[in-house]
Structures are given as structure tokens and as C-alpha cells.
């Protein structure tokens, strides 16, 4: 062991001739501590909040959407499906048709943004239908039979666990979806209605979703809206979901060149880009602030530092008449400075990474998901924090320790020892 880290070592191990030093050393290793345990936490939150907002939002919705900006939808669309179906990077396709609707049963209701799809097609593209938890999408297939589907007492209907609650509805149980697109009659525009039966009840931990959400056949989509063979938008699934800018732009081109202009796409980026820069920005100023705790434990380090001098006034004028130098006797004290960091930045690291990994496998904090759109706080700890925020930690005890270091170095030994 070098000279000037030993030293370091034996003061911070030796018996105080003043307790209130030592008490500050350790105040000032658990201010450390504190620091980076509370900086490591608030990170893994920050970064599980994102990684869940950005699966489930991936996972429920499409990659890239294409929609018709002129006229009401997209007709004839089985040979453009196919077609877009062979575009570079795309993996799957599914039509879907929307439309916002009424759904009641009894005197309770709730508005509900009802999409048509093709339940085969629509499975490969979102996972939204894996998430049903009670019943099945099976009753969504097509019925090779229109004239049948057609005089169905109650058409299938799977809708989301927070608007069943809301209706008080249960598998197989019936309800009346209301389309605000109406027929014209003598007395005016009248809603059309129909009545459903829940085959399926689907909780995918979007509060957005599982309150508002529903999925039907295509056709009977259709039929509620008066949009024969009509669908709204084309969803894809890509093979690298960061390249949906790209695939969306060609989709768009070949849509182009196969039916003209008047085609436009979207991607999960631009959806939810106000989303994405919001929690970024939330984590920058989270660190900043947390970093405050780190500066405050640093100042602890300069007074136990300061104090530590003044104790040792005797000692390292005995040292430096006997030999050591100026640049030893700093060395001495930056080195006890970074040993004080390093125990409570070592300590902070357990201690946040303990808390962050039992928080992300047993998930004991539980949040409203009807405000923070998921049901429990999430933790994803990453080891490039670990090396960011000891790295800040240390600079900051590095700092503190300038001041003291520099006065130990300043001592002269005549001085300190004439009266001794």
C-alpha cells in the first residue's frame, strides 16, 4: 500500500480526540449513500416507466397505420392490402375499421372507440386480443354466412376491463352499441343501434384502452356504420420498430403509386413523441434535483475534512519534519476525501439496486392507472447509471476535498510545533 493511502486509511480508522469528527465522517458517508441510493432509484423509475409506456404502447397498437386523407376510407382494399404486404420490412398487415360509439347497458353507459377488425390479421399485428382474460376472440372470425351474421340476435363484442366494470357487464352478457352515424328518416337523423354480447373481456394495462376500447367482426363494423366494404386504416407490423419513419414513408409511396395520392401514414413515434420527450425532461430534472442530496453529503465531507486538519495540525507537521512533502500530506487528504465518497457511493449502490430490483420483481408500489395510465411502478435499474451516477458522486467528493487538502499542505511545521 502506498505511503500517503495508508495514512488516509489509519485516520479514518483511528480513535478521535473529538468525537464530533468522526460523528460528521459518518454523517457524511451516509449523506453519500443516501445520494446515490435515492439517484439510482429515481433513475430505474424514470427508465421502467418508459420501457413499460413503450411496450405496451408497441405492443397494443401498430407499428405504422396507413389512412386515406381524401374520401371517407379505403374501398377495395383486399388487392392494396396485398400488395403493401411486400413492401421491405414489413411483417404483417391488418385492416381495421373505427368509430366512436355508444355502449350501454341498462342505465349505465360509456363512450367506447369501436374498432372492426379481422381478429387472424389482427393478432399478428397488436396484442391486444392476448391480453383477454376472460372469454375468447374466437367468436370475431368471419362468418362464411353474411345473411346469418346478418340476423344475429346479438353480434360478438370483447371490450376492455375497465368499460365492463363500468357497464357492470360479464361474459355473454348483452349490450347496445349506438352509432351516432345515423339513417335519414321523416323525422330526421335517427342513431343506428345494435345489440352485442360481450364474448370476451381483455385487460392489457392501459387505462385508455381497457375503458374505452372494443373490438368487433369487420363486418358487423360495417354493417353498424353503413360502410359496405369500407375500412378507415391499414395497420402494419414492422421487423425494427425504430425504422418506422422509413417503412412508413415507402408504405405511403407504394400506396401512392398503386391508387394515386391522397394516402398518409403514422407511426407509435410520432403518437407518442410529446410522451417520450415528456419523461425524458422528467428525468433530467429528477437527476438534477437528486443530485442536490450528493452535494450536500460532498459539503459534509469538506467540514469532516476541515475538522480532520485542524485535529491532525500536530501530526502532519511531525510528518513534514520528518521528511514528507507538500504534495504527500495533500495526497493524504484527497485520498481520505475519496475514501469517504467511495464507502457511501459503494453503500448507495447496494442499497438502490437492492430496493430497485425487489420493486421491479414484487411490484409493492401500486399507482392509479386511470392518472399514470399503468398499475404499478415499474423499476428497470441499468448499469450505465450505476457508472454515471458514481461517477458524479465521486467528482463531487473530489471537490470538496480540494479546500482541506490544500490547507494540510499549507501547514508549517515550526509553527504548529513551537508550543508543543
Same mark, same amino acid.
Do not use: H, K
Given at each position: 500500500m502506498r505511503f500517503e493511502l495508508f495514512v488516509a486509511a489509519r485516520?479514518?480508522?483511528?480513535? !478521535?480526540?473529538q468525537a464530533?469528527?468522526?460523528?460528521?465522517?459518518?454523517?457524511?458517508?451516509?449523506?453519500?449513500?443516501?445520494?446515490?441510493?435515492s439517484l439510482i432509484i429515481a433513475l430505474a423509475i424514470t427508465n421502467g416507466m418508459r420501457r413499460d409506456l413503450q411496450q405496451r404502447l408497441v405492443g397494443s397498437t401498430a407499428h405504422v397505420q396507413l389512412m386515406r386523407t381524401a374520401g371517407d376510407g379505403i374501398r377495395d382494399w383486399r388487392p392494396l392490402m396485398a400488395s403493401l404486404a411486400r413492401v421491405p420490412h414489413v411483417v404483417a398487415v391488418a385492416p381495421g375499421l373505427y368509430g366512436q360509439?355508444?355502449?350501454?347497458?341498462?342505465? !349505465?353507459s360509456g363512450g367506447a372507440l369501436i374498432k372492426g377488425i379481422l381478429p387472424s390479421d389482427e393478432s399478428r399485428v397488436g396484442n391486444l386480443l392476448q391480453t383477454i382474460h376472460d372469454g375468447s376472440a374466437a367468436d370475431l372470425a368471419p362468418v362464411a354466412d353474411a345473411g346469418a351474421a346478418e340476423n344475429e340476435l346479438a353480434a360478438p363484442i370483447v371490450i376492455g376491463d375497465e368499460l365492463a366494470e363500468t357497464l357492470g357487464a360479464s361474459v355473454d352478457d348483452t349490450v347496445l352499441v349506438t352509432s351516432p352515424q345515423g339513417e335519414l328518416t321523416p323525422l330526421g337523423l335517427a342513431p343506428r343501434y345494435q345489440r352485442f354480447r360481450v364474448v370476451g373481456i381483455f385487460s392489457s394495462g392501459f387505462y385508455q384502452y381497457d375503458s374505452g376500447y372494443a373490438f368487433m367482426r369487420l363486418s358487423d363494423a360495417q354493417r353498424l356504420f353503413s360502410e359496405p366494404d369500407l375500412i378507415s386504416v391499414l395497420s402494419f407490423k414492422i421487423d425494427d420498430l425504430y425504422r418506422a419513419v422509413q417503412v412508413g414513408d415507402a408504405i405511403e409511396k407504394a400506396a401512392e403509386k398503386d391508387r394515386g395520392p391522397g394516402f398518409q401514414t403514422t407511426?407509435?413515434?410520432?403518437?407518442? !413523441?410529446?410522451?417520450?420527450?415528456?419523461m425524458k425532461l422528467e428525468q433530467d430534472v429528477t437527476f438534477i434535483v437528486l443530485a442536490l442530496i450528493v452535494v450536500v453529503a460532498a459539503l459534509n465531507i469538506l467540514i469532516a475534512l476541515t475538522m480532520m486538519v485542524m485535529e491532525k495540525t500536530r501530526d502532519i507537521a511531525v510528518m513534514m519534519s520528518f521528511g514528507v512533502t507538500t504534495e504527500q500530506v495533500r495526497k493524504i487528504f484527497l485520498l481520505q476525501g475519496l475514501l469517504i465518497s467511495a464507502m457511501g457511493t459503494l453503500l448507495g449502490l447496494g442499497m438502490g439496486y437492492g430496493i430497485s430490483v425487489l420493486g421491479s420483481h414484487y411490484r409493492f408500489i401500486h399507482l392509479d392507472a386511470s392518472v399514470y395510465s399503468i398499475d404499478y411502478l415499474p423499476f428497470a435499474p441499468r448499469l450505465v447509471d450505476a457508472v454515471v451516477v458514481a461517477a458524479v458522486s465521486l467528482s463531487m467528493s473530489l471537490l470538496a476535498t480540494l479546500y482541506p487538502s490544500s490547507s494540510a499542505a499549507g501547514v508549517l511545521p515550526a509553527e504548529a510545533l513551537r508550543y508543543e
Open positions: 485516520y479514518l480508522r483511528a480513535r !478521535r480526540r464530533v469528527v468522526g460523528l460528521v465522517t459518518v454523517i457524511s458517508v451516509a449523506g453519500v449513500a443516501a445520494g446515490v441510493a360509439v355508444l355502449i350501454s347497458r341498462g342505465p !349505465r407511426n407509435w413515434i410520432e403518437q407518442n !413523441r410529446e410522451l417520450f420527450r415528456d
